[in-house]
């Protein structure tokens, strides 16, 4: 079972000057790519996402001053320029479905040619900062009041020692020659092979374990099949990596003290500076219905959100349909609209990233950069 993570907001008040002190130094690109990832591994981004690096000058490439947004618009562009930025960090990535020219026609276009005209790089994190223990969705739980957190989808190990996919086990007896039978299965591509030996039923036998690819699994299982006493005696696991603590999409939260969802609102929109939010009442509930456990997601939730059991859904944006199956089972539903639920997250990653980068380059917050849309 997961460990919850306790989230008890504070109060932190800092200083923060727009102007590059002349006390920073500057990092290589590929360095300083190396410590962002550090701090939150790429890794961690869904198979979908477009995360990274996506525009790179040419190198060498230094960078001074670190230019943070959540929208990369052309608007925030100009605001990178005038600020002199040698690294834009774009929560989202601008660059998502595959460009196929680099033309002055659409605004995405005209965003990499400026780009690269100016010797600006253009870095995106995007779903690697929701799903990290210290990210967006972290963040946005601080807004709710004193409580424990777990993710909705805990991330799995990118990397571990097991090699493979699969582990395979089969018993080979003395009279079988092990050792021949263990050169003819490390013949075959992706496999790792262990051998030991045992007794099973006063019989001296060699128990071999091996590890292998899902398409050397294929292999392995047609070479056991030749023989039908290795076949019978074969078990076949499949290997699962190990689930990451407090990382992965979305975030359960169980308050300490139960409040009315009216207060919950307030709180909200507090936290991210909203003078007005959706609501979808659940079926059966007031502004006076008591919210003990809040499941949320930066962004977009409808998919990390389904099926998760709490007294109130918290995300950007849902489909109205999504929002009419949660408020019939009696789920409260409040919308913000996407970025409203992540932008305030770049003011805590300044801070994070200049302890984490030893404060050796200039951080800033672009000034321009605003959800889309508002309410008129």
Known sequence: MLSSVRLIPRAVWLVHSPICSSSRSFMDLKVLLSSLNDFASLSLAE????????????????????????????????EALQKKADLILSYHPPIFRPLKHITWKTWKERLVIRALENRVGIYS?????????????????????????????????????????????????CTEDPDKVISAVKEIADVSVTSFSTRTDDEEQTRISLNCSQEALIQVVN????????????????????????TGMGRLCTLDESVSLATMIERIKSHLKLSHVRLALGVGRTLESPVKVVALC?????????????????TGEMSH?????????GINVILCEHSNTERGFLSDL???????????????????????????
């Open 223 to 246: 070479f056991l099949s030749q023989s039908r006493q290795f076949y019978q005696k074969t078990e076949i696991l499949s290997l699962e990596k190990p689930l990451l603590l407090h």
């Open 321 to 329: 349909h999504d929002v009419l199956d949660a408020a019939s089972q």
């Open 298 to 314: 930066a962004g977009s939730g409808s998919t990390v959100l389904q099926g998760t059991e709490a007294d109130l859904y918290l």
């Open 125 to 173: 994190p995007h779903t690697a900062y929701d799903a990290a223990p210290q990210g967006v969705n972290s963040w946005l739980a601080k807004g709710l009041g004193v409580c424990t957190s777990r993710p909705i989808h805990p991330s799995k190990a990118p990397k571990y020692p097991t090699v493979g996919t699969h582990r395979v086990e089969f018993s080979v007896n």
């Open 47 to 78: 198979s979908w996402d477009n995360v990274g690096l996506l525009v790179e000058p040419s190198p060498p490439h230094t960078v001074h001053t670190l230019f943070l947004t959540n929208d990369l618009t052309e608007k925030v562009m100009e």
């Open 350 to 376: 300044r801070d994070m990233l200049g302890a984490h980068l030893e404060n050796k380059i200039n951080i800033i917050l672009s000034e321009t950069d605003r959800d889309p849309l508002h309410v008129v």
